[in-house]
């Protein structure tokens, strides 16, 4: 069982950053490849990232190319996802998720290839 959390969420005025942290449980968090969604209200959950096992692959939905940045750091079994340039539409509930496929070594967008999820942070971006 993999525990995941995530914090850094808050409010930002558009064009300003937040990183968001994902801090894991597992023993052996490098073996995972770790994703984030988002969610906002009315909206079904969607993909921004996912990092494999030692972050040498991303991958990242068109709407945060060029903005957002996944890394991960294996020793304090935590992922985080900068942000910048926020927009008001990146405004959403952000969750974190792990998954063991290929023992972390491909990334995944879908998500119900992840087996872990967080509960999840609030980010607001207000015009």
């Known amino acids: 069982q993999v525990q995941l959390v995530e914090s850094g969420g808050g409010f930002v005025q558009v064009g300003g950053s937040l990183r968001l942290s994902c801090a894991a449980s597992a023993r052996t968090f490098s073996s995972y490849a770790m994703g984030w969604f988002r969610q906002a209200p009315g909206k079904e959950r969607e993909f921004v990232t996912a990092?494999?096992?030692?972050?040498?692959?991303?991958r990242y939905a068109d709407s945060v190319k060029g903005r957002f940045t996944a890394s991960r750091d294996n020793a304090k079994n935590t992922v985080y996802l900068q942000m910048n340039s926020l927009k008001p539409e990146d405004t959403a509930v952000y969750f974190c998720?792990?998954?063991?496929?290929?023992?972390?070594?491909?990334?995944?967008?879908?998500?119900?290839?992840?087996?872990?999820w967080g509960q999840g942070t609030q980010v607001t971006v207000s015009s």
């Open positions: 990092i494999n096992w030692n972050g040498g692959t991303t």
């Open positions: 998720a792990a998954t063991s496929r290929s023992s972390g070594l491909v990334v995944t967008t879908l998500a119900h290839h992840y087996d872990y």
